[in-house]
């Protein structure tokens, strides 16, 4: 019988919530919880599955579970690696969507599985941005999950350089977010110009 599935991110995600009511054994490790070698060893998990996970995997990790770990990114990828995506979306003017993909060594540069763009105009909000990324995900997660699954998922390198954003980077544009959260994207897009 094979193992759990190994899921890495938050309790109240509604990826971990879908795999519970789909498969027999899920696993979950919170989203700041180190995940070892030892760990794995112990689960000998099917597959392991990233959602809102603040940790980097290393190759330790990796080796123990060969092509058998997707993540899901709120963004289009390449562009808008890591920290941030639907901030750093509006303001620079990249692609926005979701994107389901293998994990590698790099910060989101892992081979992409399925992907799908939205656009966002002006007076959608930071927090109605992410609502609708994580409402895409969501759907775009439950379609592909039977093949991601079953390993006859599409599997395509990234192309293009792309861009990438570390938490840190936020600190240099906080003075354009004039009303936290419920900043309108229009007001990011226009301080770029």
Known sequence: MPGPVLFLGREDSAILAHLREVEAAVVAVGPEEPLTVERI??????????HGYRLI???PVLDRLPDRVVNLHISYLPYNRGADPNLWS???????????HYVDEGVDTGDVIAQRGLEFG???TLAGSYAALQAAMLALFRE???AIRAGTCERRPQSGAGTSHRVADRAAVEHLITNGWDTPLGVLRSARR
């Open 41 to 50: 060893e112990e689960l000998d998990p099917l597959l392991a599955v990233i």
């Open 122 to 124: 002006d007076d959608e």
């Open 57 to 59: 995997l290393r190759r």
């Open 144 to 146: 592909q999950w039977p």
């Open 90 to 100: 509006a303001l620079e003017s990249t692609p926005a969507g979701v994107t389901i």
